[in-house]
């Protein structure tokens, strides 16, 4: 499988009704530019506010994982997002004129027929994929729901199934690679048991439900009350009970067709770790809680990771370029040019090297018997080496100025002293667009990070 980013093609419209509200929603899934990741746009609210789907903004799991942002809702997401994961695509925006997408057949079937209609495409920048490298789990002690995560050379998701009951049983479903999503999990559809439908019917909360969008278990004696009621709020003349204990109108596509959409619901829970996960998930009794408690750790994890990561590269090894070649590309010039060499140079990022004496100029006030760098020169540092990236994408860079746009994030996390080298890193959030360089950099020196900053800078020609 491709190693770089997708999105789709074109954009494409599904309409229903959403399973809670029962209101009739359209959705558009629209293309996305690289390292965008997963996000939905309430078109329906003024500003059409946008909610990235990320595991910090889930605020309740009850009948589907519901995400909020700025007081604005998105009910039951997992199941558009399941399908975007398996098929692959890293980007999408999903526009939808309503809280909630439509529930379809209870499945991703849906979802994935509406992505591949509208084709999927590669972009121009490999995947931002979390390598899982020791286990990682996450117990709920209450209800012994319980997922572990541990390496693989792919994304492979395995689900247990046991809610303690004679119709259901115990199941298990596997999926041993991403690509097997469409055949084997996207037409898997949600399911309730009955004592959960009539709590639902009473706080009338299944406005959108019939009998073609959720497998309905039959766990207790159907009386006469109750059966009026399922014909009513299913609008249907007779129900009935199948032999498999399940009712009428549906027949199962799976014998385990539970476990498989629990594995289909842990899929699109994770999607809000906003990074492609190539690991071993094992989830014992998984559920949108523990699901998305566990994503909100892996997250946290993930961020640690990426920020006390620090590079290592052997400064005995020529540079890529040396400081005469990077004053062929910067308009800097001493004392204000912060870059001493570039270590690694390609279309999505920069490793750029300075070293930091007590010659600098900035030392004689900076402070006068303790000399401390100022945090604003890293940053310009930083800035400098992103400078690098951008200009090395026109064929005249003696040409242009780099302007700073924007700065925000902004952290100092250790002193830097005279004697310091400091390594500095600058990785593309967006792609290069009209000269506009969005990055993300960092400064690290003695095997620490010392400083961060997300940085926007623009080259202009110069007249």
């Known amino acids: 499988m491709s190693n770089k980013q997708k999105t789709i093609k074109n954009e494409v419209s599904l309409s229903g009704v959403g399973l809670h509200t029962g209101v009739t929603v359209t959705m558009t899934l629209k293309p996305a530019l690289a390292n965008h990741g997963f996000a939905f746009m309430r078109v329906d609210l003024e500003g059409k506010p946008v909610v990235e789907a990320k595991a910090e903004y889930v605020i309740n799991t009850q009948r589907g994982t ?101 119709i259901l049983g115990t199941q298990n479903a596997t999926l041993e690679t991403i690509s097997d999503f469409k055949t084997e999990i996207a037409d898997a559809r949600t399911f309730s048991f009955l004592h959960e439908i009539e709590m639902l019917l009473e706080n009338d909360l299944i406005k959108g439900g019939d009998l073609n969008n959720a497998i309905v278990y039959v766990d207790k004696e159907l009386s006469d009350s109750t059966m009026q009621k399922l014909k009513k709020a299913f609008k249907k003349d007779n129900i009935s009970v199948q032999s498999n204990g399940i009712l009428d109108n549906l027949s199962l596509h799976w014998a385990n067709e539970a476990a498989r959409h629990k594995l289909l619901d842990v899929i699109g829970d994770l999607a809000l770790v906003g990074k492609r996960i190539r690991g071993k998930v094992i989830a014992n009794k998984p559920g949108h809680k523990v699901n998305t ?41 001493p004392p204000f040019l912060l870059v001493d060499r570039v270590l690694e140079l390609s279309r999505n990022h920069v490793v750029g090297m300075k070293n930091v004496t007590m010659n600098e100029d900035y030392f004689v006030g900076h402070f006068p018997g303790s000399p401390v760098m100022p945090g604003v020169l890293q940053v310009e540092a930083m800035a400098q080496c992103g400078g690098i990236l951008v200009l090395s994408t026109v064929s005249d860079p003696e040409n242009y100025l780099t302007y700073f746009m924007k700065m925000n994030n902004v952290k100092f996390k250790q002193k830097v002293l005279p004697g310091d080298t400091l390594i500095l890193k600058c990785e593309l959030i967006t792609p290069i667009r009209r000269g506009i360089c969005h990055m993300q950099s960092y400064a690290y020196a003695n095997g620490k990070l010392v400083a961060e900053a997300e940085l926007m800078a623009q080259i202009t020609k110069i007249k």
């Open 293 to 333: 408690q566990f994503a909100k750790k892996l997250a946290k994890i993930i961020k640690l990771e990426k920020r006390s990561k620090v590079p290592h590269y052997d400064l005995n090894e020529k540079p890529l370029l040396d400081i005469h070649q990077i004053m062929d590309i910067l308009p800097h010039r």
């Open 66 to 166: 519901n995400l909020e942002k700025n007081g604005v809702q998105i009910q039951t997401s997992e199941h558009v997002l399941a399908a975007a994961v398996g098929l692959d695509i890293d980007n999408l925006l999903i526009e939808i004129d309503a809280s909630e997408p439509p529930i379809m057949d209870g499945s991703a079937k849906f979802f994935v027929e509406a992505l591949e209609r509208a084709g999927i495409k590669e972009l121009d920048i490999d995947k931002d994929e979390y390598i899982v490298k020791e286990v990682i789990s996450y117990k709920d002690e209450t209800t012994g729901s319980e997922i572990i995560l541990m390496p693989s050379d792919e994304y492979q998701v395995t689900t247990m199934v046991d809610f303690g009951t004679k």
